[in-house]
């Protein structure tokens, strides 16, 4: 299992870790639930209980004081808890009253440890905010796998085992020690016991010694989980398969409430307990901007997007986490770099689905086709196939809009993960619980860390382009400009005088009416409008189907107010057939949700700004204006998808 990494934008949930609220610092002593943690006040020393949406990661200024451990405090045993809490009574004794030196003898030689140990134990213990983990001891080494052989035994034995006994002529355990002894006695060495060289194989691998001795088949039949299982999907997060799908239910736009075809969904789903981790649903065809928004939503808590989506139906969808390794078919829009790089800042690895290896995608096709057979009893079902719709008017019975198909599909998730899993034997929520905690059986991995940032999260997954500036602005299909990047013109790559420096522009496909520059010197996020600020918000999709008519009617596409022009008489002559037409309607439905995505980015990403303008404008740096708080310069590439 991977350990979380550990960042001010990410917040550790284990015991022994540091939270804040209300400006008040408290050290988790324990874990009550998914949503419940009894804390202790680092102060007062007063125990309390704290909803985990309402803790808040230590502030930067006193999160270099948290000591580094060595091991996850997970596998601590319960042994060296115990040994770090007699040090701890030690120490808080110490502090009670002034000791002089006599007496910090007598602490020191009651838990065992030198004076100037206990010194440095004490000062380590204050420093990091008086935590029980500063307290425990490094990992002890040793242990299994270490052989206690004399070298050249020990190669003998490690030889015989490699090149004599795991071979496809597969000599019996009898062989391998009798082969082994043989060598030994010839060279005169000592000859390894018979329960000494069953431990050398007990150490290896079974799966390299089955595949190495019959085969990579026999070990796939014999250690690969069967019935559309994952290989290694053994706790919560460890593997989480992603794929788009349309939904077999026509929904109806907002004006008219009129068929308008049906909405595609991108939907996440842990293996180990097969609840649903991260959900997007759209009436654009699957993008990479789809991935990435499901993938947003797979990591960050849900309970904001839930009270937008359902505010008033309470329900609970506990599950969020970075997967350790995201499995997905070939389609483009998972094999663009976007992915691929994000993969690298959150830590967790791409796989895609082998071809000749329909178990690799079971769980997420199961998943879809139970949504499919819930999605029967909805208004304007479509079912699978004519037969099964017989005379069922799929289109006169629909009356749901994609808002509204959003909150019934909320709800649908939320009844399916509390409902028995006939694979699993409990239910989805129940089998994330267990993985969580743990169970009589097995040690929990514990909840995941809490990425306390959500807007930050969502535009790691925003994809990218990199651009020079140049004295008109950026071109980025469209030109951009504001009085920030004055102080960016004309400036060359050190030691190439001719080559302008490139920059990093995001966007968002469903709103190109702003690019979000990355200013390295102020570590923020800025939005750059329209150079031509009459222009009308636009997605790159009206932005590209305009632009083809205008190279199909001569239009020159640099005179970017003609092509605006043909997408505003595009959004007329749809208005205008709306009534009568599916296409119209979809196409209005879909200005309505980029609508929606625009007046949602106004109040949680930056905006432009009016900037105060030096009097040389190319020489003075960029004034220091308010924008976007960024943690560090990795941005993903933009794609075409």
């Known amino acids: 299992m991977k350990t979380a990494r550990t960042n001010k934008f990410v917040m550790d949930l284990r015991k022994g870790a540091v939270i804040e609220q209300n400006d008040q610092r408290y050290v988790i002593t324990h874990t009550l639930s998914v949503t419940q943690m009894m804390v202790r006040h680092v102060t007062t020393g007063e125990s309390l209980i704290i909803d985990v949406s309402k803790m808040e990661p230590p502030r930067p200024a006193t999160a270099a004081s948290q000591p580094q451990q060595d091991r996850d405090l997970q596998e601590v045993d319960e042994g060296d808890w115990a040994q770090a809490e007699v040090l701890r009574d030690a120490i808080e004794q110490s502090l009670v009253a002034n000791h002089g030196s006599a007496s910090y003898e007598r602490l020191a030689q009651s838990v065992a440890v030198s004076r100037a140990k206990f010194y440095k134990l004490r000062k380590q213990y204050l420093e990091s905010g008086r935590l029980l983990s500063s307290l425990l001891h490094p990992r002890r080494i040793g242990g299994r796998g270490k052989s206690r052989l004399p070298d050249a035994v020990a190669a003998i034995v490690n030889d015989r085992i490699k090149n004599f006994h795991l071979t496809n002529q597969q000599p019996s355990d009898a062989a391998l020690i009798k082969e082994i002894r043989r060598n030994c006695s010839n060279a005169g060495l000592p000859l390894p016991a018979r329960t000494t060289v069953l431990r050398h194989l007990q150490w290896i691998d079974q799966r390299e010694r089955i595949s190495k ?370 296409a119209a309607r979809r196409t209005l439905q879909k200005l309505a949700e980029h609508t929606k995505v625009r007046a949602q980015k106004h109040k949680e990403l930056p905006q432009a700004f009016e900037a105060q303008v030096p009097a040389d404008a190319n020489q003075a740096a960029a004034p220091h204006e308010d924008g976007y708080a960024a943690k560090r310069e990795l941005i993903l590439p933009f794609t075409d998808d």
């Open 213 to 582: 001795r019959r085969g990579a088949y026999a070990a796939t039949q014999r250690f690969d989980p069967i019935d559309g299982s994952v290989p290694r999907a053994d706790w919560p997060l460890a593997v989480v398969q992603m794929d788009h799908t349309p939904l077999p239910v026509i929904i109806v736009d907002e004006k008219y409430r009129k068929p308008i075809n049906r909405a595609w969904i991108t939907v996440a789903i842990d293996c180990f307990s097969r609840v649903a981790l991260g959900t997007y649903v759209s009436l654009d065809a699957p993008s990479t901007m789809s991935a990435g928004l499901c993938m947003g939503n797979c990591i960050l808590p849900k309970e904001k997007w839930l009270q937008s989506i359902a505010p008033n139906d309470g329900i609970e969808w506990p599950y969020y986490g970075t997967p350790e390794r995201l499995h997905m078919d070939n389609a483009k829009e998972f094999r663009g770099n976007m992915l691929q790089l994000a993969s690298r800042e959150y830590q967790f690895d791409l796989e895609f689905r082998p071809v000749k290896k329909p178990n690799y995608g079971g769980h997420i096709e199961r998943l879809m086709g139970t949504l499919s057979e819930a999605l029967k009893v909805a208004p304007g079902a479509t079912f699978a196939n004519p037969d099964q719709r017989g005379e069922y008017d799929s289109e006169g019975r629909a009356c749901m809009t994609l808002a509204e198909l959003e909150r019934w599909l909320a709800l649908t998730f939320a009844a399916y993960h509390l409902e028995p899993h006939s694979a699993l034997g409990t239910s989805p929520n129940e089998k994330w619980r267990q993985g969580i905690f743990g169970t009589d059986s097995r040690p929990g991995r514990g909840i995941p860390p809490r990425f306390v940032d959500d807007e930050l999260v969502r535009i790691d997954f925003m994809p990218f382009e990199e651009r020079t500036i140049q004295a008109y602005g950026v071109s980025m299909d469209l030109l951009y400009f504001h009085d920030v990047l004055r102080s960016r013109i004309g400036l060359t790559v050190s030691g190439r005088n001719k080559a302008a420096p490139t920059y990093r522009f995001r966007r968002d496909p469903r709103d190109i009416s702003h690019i979000y520059f990355f200013d390295e010197e102020t570590r923020k996020y800025i939005a750059i409008p329209y150079k031509d600020s009459s222009h009308p918000p636009a997605s790159i999709w009206e932005w590209r189907a305009a632009v083809k008519l205008c190279k199909e009617q001569g239009i020159s596409t640099k005179n970017e107010r003609e092509v605006f022009r043909l997408i505003n008489l595009q959004r007329e002559q749809a208005n205008e057939s709306a009534e009568k037409t599916k």
